[in-house]
């Protein structure tokens, strides 16, 4: 089983142009963006698959993937649902009763509450009994959804009410679990699988520790720094928590792992296929989907556990639309640059460079999915070589349009606690600064910068017949070769500053671009996308490409395996949340989003940091708090609303400004 199965995809109106929807052999529209009303409509998914003939529904990642009562509904209806049981699903599913099982298979577990009883009264008292600080989690959660971290008593009422919003949101449970918090933990999960015939194998483990907002962002396999035995304790175990459930298909037991003392606990079991998979795929040398359509057909597992072995090392790196140094929020966009590296090959496992992704050149990334773009996998021979092959496929990726964490991403393949695996949970929380905080632009960079800039209006006045205004409207055919010294600035808001800089024109060729230092830049040439220059005696090639985004003109620049973004001098975006907002009391939404909670009236004083909104987009809960103290004056959004990125929800009059009108 190679190859050659027929295949049908559902899509959202959303998802009319996604890639997916291109791949398979026919698609059908069942509904609306709004996943509750498409993606999660079971009823329609049933109707395609009945109206296709299909004889089996893969369920993919997420949406209907873990829901017990799709995986019935096709067994119900003579269709092979590709996972587990819905029995499996449902005793895992319910971490309560999955914490009680793994207590009777011998499988380690947190100490925590996993009742039944949820009276606010009783969750503070078995929360104490806890000690803080305590984890909050959905008992139907999943992926850091209705996971809330309660640092003291105080805290623990707040995190009680916001986890379970977000529990009814994504699962439509608000019940709720508490564990101990482990301070320094490694995140560890294990890929299990198991057929029908009582066979079971764990294909080995996979770190997720390195994570943002409780969700994983870089992935490898093996698990760096352990031991065979521990290796062979911590699979042992997840095959077990697999047989208490009665398992058949693909499973990730995910284990808790306290550096300090060596001890590992379940934590919970992903019903599903996961995410990160393809490191699994590359160590093994296994497809790992292969082997769910082989389970769900009925046929035994392709190999035993002496059969299989740990070839080399591998990486996933996940691309995000997302505001890095914005505490990672989801970003939305239109992707107006996607090219991966020549290297690079699409669900390949044979291959260094991996690129997984589900976006196109023009695809827009909304709200009401998920905001990942691509998983970068790289494969070696060992964990310091492959880590290599990551940063470069990271370097060669070309991605723009939107807010990425693709520089985050680089500069953490690079660390030195990284590159020793020095993991815990905490790993981004402890060395932010190096990996977030705002790097200086280089000179040479802002002249190269200024330049293409310069050739770009040129070639925009050469192709449209245009005029520019002011001093620049001497650029015509004519009069293209006379001197000109022009002031010009641009944004660059990855290191947070304005360029400001005089470009002086000899010719078409050569430029002398003066900010804090005169630089020459001679022989430059805009051919297609590539700008070659030579500053001094190096000759720099760099690809470039320019979009309109709001009220702005951005202009993308690939330099020495860096990308470099300015935008046209335009107030800095970020000031809107920032020292800017601080000074004038606005508080304005970080993202599109819906308004779920306001917490505050007009005429309500409030201190600096105080929340005001609380915003839900992409399945997560973002609260908006007070950028000064002072009176709430005026407030524009109301419950229910639909508001944009920047969109501004209300003003705060400062304390200072009050006091003394």
């Avoid at 319910?94 to 009276?119: F, R």
Wanted: charged share 20%.
């Amino acid at each position: 089983m190679s190859g050659g199965i027929p295949t049908v995809a559902v899509y959202s109106e959303a998802d009319r142009h996604a890639k997916h929807v291109h791949l398979a052999d026919q698609a059908f529209c069942i509904g609306p963006p709004a996943a509750k009303d498409s993606y999660l409509r079971k009823d329609r998914v049933l109707k395609v698959a009945k109206r296709a003939g299909a004889t089996a529904v893969h369920p993919g990642y997420g949406f209907l993937s873990e829901n017990a009562g799709f995986a019935k509904l096709c067994q119900d209806n003579g269709i092979a649902f590709v996972g587990p049981p819905a029995s499996a699903i449902t005793s895992m599913g319910d971490k309560s009763e999955a914490k009680a099982l793994m207590v009777k298979a011998a499988v380690p577990v947190v100490p925590g509450y996993h009742g039944s009883d949820q009276t606010t009264d009783r969750l503070m008292a078995e929360g104490a009994k806890v000690g803080f600080p305590v984890l909050v989690k959905a008992a139907l959660g999943g992926g850091g959804k209705g996971m809330k971290l309660a640092m003291q008593q105080d805290d623990l009422e707040d995190a009680l009410s916001s986890a379970k919003r977000e529990a009814i949101a994504s699962f439509g449970d608000e019940r709720i679990l508490l564990e101990r918090f482990i301070q320094r933990p490694r995140h560890i999960e294990v890929q299990i699988f198991a057929d029908q015939l009582g066979n079971a194998v764990y294909l080995f483990e996979r770190d997720c520790s390195v994570q943002r907002r409780h969700q994983k962002v870089i992935e490898e396999a093996p698990a760096p720094n352990i031991s065979l035995e521990f290796r062979q304790s911590i699979g042992q175990a997840a095959v077990a928590a697999g047989l208490a459930v009665g398992y058949q298909g693909a499973g990730t037991v995910e284990f808790i792992v306290d550096t300090d003392t060596g001890e590992y606990f379940f934590m919970e079991m992903n019903t599903r296929l996961q995410v990160e998979h393809p490191v699994t795929e590359a160590i093994t040398g296994q497809d790992l989907v292969e082997w769910q359509l082989r389970v769900a057909a009925g046929q035994g597992l392709p190999l035993t556990q002496d059969q299989l072995h740990i070839q080399g090392h591998a990486f996933e790196a996940r691309l995000y639309a997302e505001s890095v140094v914005n505490n990672f929020l989801p970003a939305t966009g239109t992707v107006r640059r996607w090219q991966v590296p020549a290297n690079a090959s699409f669900f390949d496992n044979s291959s260094t460079v991996r690129i997984d992704s589900g976006v196109s050149e023009g695809d827009t990334v909304g709200v009401n999915y998920d905001p990942m773009i691509a998983k970068v996998i790289a494969r070696g021979p060992d964990r310091n070589t492959t880590l290599t092959r990551l940063h470069t496929a990271l370097s060669d990726l070309q991605v723009s349009g939107l807010p990425t964490n693709q520089e985050f991403l680089k500069r953490l393949a690079t660390h030195p606690a990284f590159i020793a695996a020095e993991l815990d949970t905490s790993f981004i929380q402890k060395h932010h600064a190096s990996l977030v905080d705002a790097q200086p632009v280089a000179q040479h960079v802002m002249a190269l910068a200024a330049v293409a800039d310069h050739l770009l209006q040129v070639r925009e006045v050469q192709k449209t017949g245009s005029s520019l205004s002011g001093a620049w409207s001497i650029l015509d055919s004519k009069r293209i070769n006379h001197v000109l010294t022009k002031p010009g600035s641009l944004e660059h808001p990855a290191s947070q500053t304005h360029l400001a800089f005089d470009l002086t024109v000899h010719g078409l060729q050569s430029f002398m671009a003066a900010g804090s230092e005169a630089i020459s830049v001679t022989r430059a040439v805009l051919t297609g996308d590539v700008l070659t220059a030579e500053l001094g005696d190096q000759l720099y090639r760099a690809t470039v490409s320019t979009h309109n985004y709001l009220d702005e003109q951005v202009i993308s620049m690939w330099l020495e395996g860096n990308c470099h973004e300015f935008r046209k001098a335009v107030p800095r975006k970020w000031s809107r949340l920032g020292a800017a907002a601080k000074v004038a009391g606005t508080v304005v939404s970080p993202m599109p989003g819906k308004i779920i909670q306001v917490l505050v009236q007009e005429g309500d004083t409030a201190e600096e940091g105080d929340a005001v909104v609380v915003l839900e987009a992409m399945k997560m809960e973002h609260t908006v708090r007070a950028p000064c103290a002072g009176t709430v004056t005026d407030l524009r959004c109301f419950v229910g609303a639909q508001v944009e990125d920047g969109h501004t929800l209300a003003t705060i009059e400062p304390e200072v400004a009050a006091a003394s009108a």
